[in-house]
């Protein structure tokens, strides 16, 4: 049995359904080391014979068998892998690939080979010096001849050391001197123990051959033989001249097409500016979001301590749940506290045990109080104790009321109305301070005291703050006979994560069913208005991310216009071995390329405006409002990644599917 052994192939083409048969019946035997010419019409069927022998075919009947073993045309896998180890193809029209250069394309059909990459190298610069072409490695496909595109294409026929070449025409765009060169090549592959098959319809380039076969109407007939062939060695059997296959490492595909996208920039770019705008977009909200967050979170933090939380008695009643918020937030001052309910030692016992608790700080407040400073009077919405959580950072001059009698004074309020520029002197005067309050059996009377002014505070959260420490407002209420029980608690956690645990537990503290007290903590608030911002933001975001889509449509569509730009680029792919998969991968790493390419970009642009942005607010907020953390741009590049994967789905099948020989057919 011959190395070749065609039997009785028959191919029809249909249109509708109406059979055209164009090979009828075609037996061929042919030996390593022979060069057999099959001469024939044009329109005879030639390229249809040499599809079918090159493992493109697969819809045709008759065995075709190599080596003894039989193609089974249902096997794609196979006839992958027989492309990329048995047969090398040479066509009329080069079909080299444009963005590649000589080397390159060269490199190719050797990729898919187990050489290492130095020997592949060598190999490549080695077929390229047998085929005269040593100086033009660098040079592009369009910056070569006719002849020196087809010599590149042997090149590349070569690479794997296929024992089958098949040449289609090989001289069919050629000159008589270049022809006379392809075919000296070809003989030259012949002698070395290859077989080579060559289809023309020029009875001239037969003659280079050792046989000439006939087709005529379907058929071979009329055997012809020229000159004996050189008798060749099996490569089978001598493994030193057989270079082992192996299908693309997903790395070659993700080169090439680099290499694409590398040669067709121009417009690659635009996508790349169009999808990094979306993404750009995004990645701002979502900095713009943390900054914001961050901003108001620092602003509160620094007004109040967020690990401690205020508690006041729980009312049912109106009147005193108005008095009591009234004492937590003293812009809402309007009536006179007299019906503050007040704390037992047990119950800030109660409290100091709760879980998490690190102390408790009883505290007195009082509202509308008047301060006297010589003749003039002003008017404090709230005078309270001194608390551990109130802010050091607060007091302008002077010191807090550490010591007995000692009083700070609100900046805005009393000091500055009080002299605009001299408000500082007022630290060491001495004030009268007083309120009105009711004593035990309900009757007002007014709480009356001399105290020195130990500093200024402009308190942060831009309410008035006057203060005393808690002795002093302990000894002003026992002086007028009113109750010097505490009116509110101070209770600090000992981390900022428990507060909201602690608040609730205290608020359903229960004796006989009846709640005990009300307690409030900024942190809850600081979370709620977190919430709200990371709603803001996302939604913002999510805006932004709808330009994505308009990405990602713009990705299917140039992936699909390079699909069909590159259909003869798939079909010598196919044609060189690689499978299905291996196109689909080629096009998905393109997209997936530019969409990585896209989130590097987004993340400049967001760094450099986040930048220029923060230059700007900063002189308004004093804070970094664009906070780029490295989870968002984790989140880009995901997104990016996620989204060119999406779009390169259906492109990326339509060129994996389909059909080489029509592909290779194409311009
Ligand atoms: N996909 C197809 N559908 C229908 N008919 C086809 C198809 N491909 C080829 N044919 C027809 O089959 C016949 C053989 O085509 P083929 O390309 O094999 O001829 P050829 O001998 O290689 O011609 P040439 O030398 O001009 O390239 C032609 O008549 C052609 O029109």
Same mark, same amino acid.
């Given at each position: 049995?011959?190395?070749?052994?065609?039997?009785?192939?028959?191919?029809?083409?249909?249109?509708?359904?109406?059979?055209?048969?164009?090979?009828?019946?075609?037996?061929?035997?042919?030996?390593?080391?022979?060069?057999? *010419?099959?001469?024939?019409?044009?329109?005879?069927?030639?390229?249809?014979?040499?599809?079918?022998? %090159?493992?493109?075919?697969?819809?045709?009947?008759?065995?075709?068998?190599?080596?003894?073993?039989?193609?089974?045309?249902?096997?794609?896998?196979?006839?992958?892998?027989?492309?990329?180890?048995?047969?090398?193809?040479?066509?009329? +029209?080069?079909?080299?690939?444009?963005?590649?250069?000589?080397?390159?394309?060269?490199?190719?059909?050797?990729?898919?080979?187990?050489?290492?990459?130095?020997?592949?190298?060598?190999?490549?610069?080695?077929?390229?010096?047998?085929?005269?072409?040593?100086?033009?490695?660098?040079?592009?496909?369009?910056?070569?001849?006719?002849?020196?595109?087809?010599?590149?294409?042997?090149?590349?026929?070569?690479?794997?050391?296929?024992?089958?070449?098949?040449?289609?025409?090989?001289?069919?765009?050629?000159?008589?001197?270049?022809?006379?060169?392809?075919?000296?090549?070809?003989?030259?592959?012949?002698?070395?123990?290859?077989?080579?098959?060559?289809?023309?319809?020029?009875?001239?380039? *037969?003659?280079?051959?050792?046989?000439?076969?006939?087709?005529?109407?379907?058929?071979?007939?009329?055997?012809?033989?020229?000159?004996?062939?050189?008798?060749?060695?099996?490569?089978?059997?001598?493994?030193?001249?057989?270079?082992?296959?192996?299908?693309?490492?997903?790395?070659?595909?993700?080169?090439?097409?680099?290499?694409?996208?590398?040669? #067709?920039?121009?417009?690659?770019?635009?996508?790349?500016?169009?999808?990094?705008?979306?993404?750009?977009?995004?990645?701002?909200?979502?900095?713009?979001?943390?900054?914001?967050?961050?901003?108001?979170?620092?602003?509160?933090?620094?007004?109040?301590?967020?690990?401690?939380?205020?508690?006041?008695?729980?009312?049912?009643? !109106?009147?005193?749940?108005?008095?009591?918020?009234?004492?937590?937030?003293?812009?809402?001052?309007?009536?006179?506290?007299?019906?503050?309910?007040?704390?037992?030692?047990?119950?800030?016992?109660?409290?100091?045990?709760?879980?998490?608790?690190?102390?408790?700080?009883?505290?007195?407040?009082?509202?509308?109080?008047?301060?006297?400073?010589?003749?003039?009077?002003? +008017?404090?919405?709230?005078?309270?104790?001194?608390?551990?959580?109130?802010?050091?950072?607060?007091?302008?001059?002077?010191?807090?009321?550490?010591?007995?009698?000692?009083?700070?004074?609100?900046?805005?309020?009393?000091?500055?109305?009080?002299?605009?520029?001299?408000?500082?002197?007022?630290?060491?005067?001495?004030?009268?301070?007083?309120?009105?309050?009711?004593?035990?059996?309900?009757?007002?009377?007014?709480?009356?005291?001399?105290?020195?002014?130990?500093?200024?505070?402009?308190?942060?959260?831009?309410?008035?703050?006057?203060?005393?420490?808690?002795? &002093?407002?302990?000894?002003?209420?026992?002086?007028?006979?009113? %109750?010097?029980?505490? &009116?509110?608690?101070?209770?600090?956690?000992?981390?900022?994560?428990?507060?909201?645990?602690?608040?609730?537990?205290?608020?359903?503290?229960?004796?006989?069913?009846?709640?005990?007290?009300?307690?409030?903590?900024?942190?809850?608030?600081?979370?709620?208005?977190?919430?709200?911002?990371?709603?803001?933001?996302?939604?913002?975001?999510?805006?932004? !991310?709808? %330009?994505?889509?308009? +990405?990602?449509?713009?990705?299917?569509?140039?992936?699909?216009?390079?699909?069909?730009?590159?259909?003869?680029?798939?079909?010598?792919?196919?044609?060189?071995?690689?499978?299905?998969?291996?196109?689909?991968?080629?096009?998905?790493?393109?997209?997936?390329?530019?969409?990585?390419?896209?989130?590097?970009?987004?993340? +400049?642009? #967001?760094? !450099?405006? !986040? *930048?220029?942005?923060?230059?700007?607010?900063?002189?308004?907020?004093?804070?970094?409002?664009?906070?780029?953390?490295?989870? %968002?741009?984790?989140?880009?590049?995901?997104?990016?990644?996620?989204?060119?994967?999406?779009?390169?789905?259906?492109?990326?099948?339509?060129?994996?599917?389909?059909?080489?020989?029509?592909?290779?057919?194409?311009?």
């Amino acid at each position: 049995m011959a190395y070749l052994e065609v039997q009785d192939v028959r191919k029809s083409y249909y249109i509708g359904k109406q059979a055209f048969p164009v090979l009828k019946g075609i037996n061929l035997s042919v030996e390593l080391g022979e060069f057999v *010419a099959i001469l024939g019409e044009s329109g005879g069927g030639k390229t249809t014979l040499m599809n079918i022998i %090159s493992g493109l075919d697969r819809n045709f009947d008759g065995t075709v068998t190599v080596h003894g073993q039989t193609l089974d045309h249902l096997r794609e896998r196979q006839l992958d892998r027989y492309r990329r180890e048995t047969i090398g193809y040479v066509s009329q +029209s080069y079909n080299l690939i444009q963005h590649l250069n000589v080397l390159e394309n060269v490199m190719l059909a050797l990729d898919m080979t187990k050489l290492g990459r130095a020997a592949r190298l060598r190999r490549a610069h080695e077929l390229l010096r047998q085929v005269g072409l040593a100086d033009q490695v660098k040079k592009y496909p369009n910056q070569l001849s006719g002849g020196q595109q087809q010599r590149v294409a042997i090149a590349r026929a070569l690479a794997g050391n296929p024992p089958i070449v098949v040449a289609d025409e090989p001289t069919g765009a050629l000159d008589a001197e270049n022809t006379a060169e392809v075919m000296r090549i070809l003989q030259k592959i012949a002698t070395d123990g290859r077989m080579v098959i060559c289809v023309t319809h020029s009875e001239k380039v *037969a003659q280079a051959a050792n046989r000439v076969e006939h087709l005529v109407n379907g058929q071979i007939k009329n055997e012809h033989v020229l000159r004996p062939a050189t008798p060749a060695q099996d490569p089978a059997e001598t493994p030193q001249q057989t270079i082992a296959a192996r299908p693309l490492p997903w790395h070659v595909s993700f080169a090439t097409a680099f290499r694409h996208m590398r040669f #067709t920039w121009s417009w690659n770019s635009l996508i790349v500016l169009g999808t990094a705008i979306g993404l750009f977009a995004v990645m701002l909200f979502t900095g713009l979001g943390n900054g914001i967050r961050g901003y108001i979170n620092h602003q509160i933090n620094n007004v109040v301590d967020p690990q401690s939380i205020t508690v006041m008695r729980y009312s049912s009643n !109106g009147k005193d749940q108005e008095e009591q918020s009234v004492a937590v937030d003293p812009a809402l001052a309007g009536t006179i506290a007299s019906h503050m309910k007040t704390f037992s030692q047990k119950q800030l016992q109660t409290l100091r045990e709760l879980h998490h608790v690190i102390d408790v700080e009883p505290g007195i407040s009082a509202t509308n109080a008047t301060v006297m400073v010589g003749n003039d009077r002003y +008017s404090a919405p709230e005078l309270t104790t001194w608390t551990s959580t109130d802010p050091n950072s607060s007091l302008k001059v002077g010191h807090r009321p550490s010591g007995n009698n000692q009083i700070v004074l609100d900046k805005r309020t009393i000091a500055q109305k009080w002299s605009a520029t001299n408000w500082r002197d007022l630290v060491g005067r001495t004030v009268t301070v007083s309120y009105q309050t009711a004593n035990a059996k309900g009757k007002p009377v007014t709480v009356k005291r001399q105290l020195t002014v130990s500093g200024i505070v402009d308190s942060p959260s831009g309410a008035s703050l006057n203060a005393v420490n808690y002795a &002093t407002m302990q000894a002003m209420a026992q002086g007028a006979g009113t %109750s010097k029980q505490p &009116t509110f608690a101070t209770v600090r956690v000992s981390m900022r994560d428990q507060n909201e645990a602690v608040v609730d537990e205290i608020n359903q503290l229960k004796v006989n069913g009846r709640q005990q007290f009300s307690a409030n903590s900024i942190s809850t608030t600081l979370d709620r208005v977190n919430t709200y911002v990371g709603i803001a933001t996302t939604v913002l975001a999510a805006i932004a !991310g709808i %330009s994505l889509i308009v +990405s990602a449509l713009m990705i299917i569509v140039t992936m699909f216009m390079s699909v069909s730009a590159r259909m003869k680029e798939i079909g010598v792919l196919r044609s060189l071995g690689e499978s299905r998969r291996d196109i689909r991968r080629l096009f998905t790493s393109e997209a997936l390329m530019l969409g990585g390419l896209s989130a590097v970009l987004a993340t +400049s642009l #967001t760094y !450099g405006f !986040g *930048a220029v942005l923060n230059h700007w607010l900063y002189k308004i907020a004093g804070y970094p409002l664009v906070q780029i953390h490295l989870q %968002s741009i984790g989140m880009i590049f995901i997104l990016a990644i996620v989204i060119a994967w999406l779009a390169a789905i259906l492109p990326a099948r339509r060129a994996a599917r389909a059909n080489p020989i029509k592909a290779l057919a194409a311009r």
